[in-house]
């Protein structure tokens, strides 16, 4: 059993940053890389950044490159992302997500935490 869960959303004014923490527990030695996708509403939920668990590994959205930053902490199962530079258009749930190997999909979500940007 697995369970990610999220938390370090809440509201900011544009330009500000916010941390998001994502904790991991359960089967976690099975990870093959850790990641975040948001939802903003009315439209689909999209990838923001992952990061491969064994040798740190990044890779981003290109619409936070330069803004975002993903990190984990193995000894807290915990993946965090930074996120500074926000603009009203990073206004959505953010979800983490978990999966076992490059070629599987993400199979292991997070209840989602809400991250709202004012202009």
């Known amino acids: 059993q697995v369970q990610l869960v999220e938390s370090g959303g809440g509201l900011v004014q544009a330009g500000g940053s916010l941390r998001l923490s994502c904790a991991a527990s359960g089967r976690t030695f099975s990870f093959y890389a850790m990641g975040w996708f948001r939802q903003a509403p009315g439209k689909e939920r999209e990838f923001v950044a992952s990061?491969?668990?064994?040798?740190?590994?990044?890779a981003y959205a290109e619409s936070v490159k330069g803004r975002f930053t993903i990190a984990r902490d193995n000894a807290k199962n915990t993946v965090y992302l930074q996120m500074n530079g926000l603009k009203p258009e990073d206004t959505a749930v953010y979800y983490c997500a978990a999966r076992r190997s490059s070629i599987r999909k993400w199979e292991y979500w997070g209840q989602g935490t809400q991250v709202t940007v004012s202009s």
């Open positions: 990061i491969v668990w064994s040798d740190s590994t990044t």
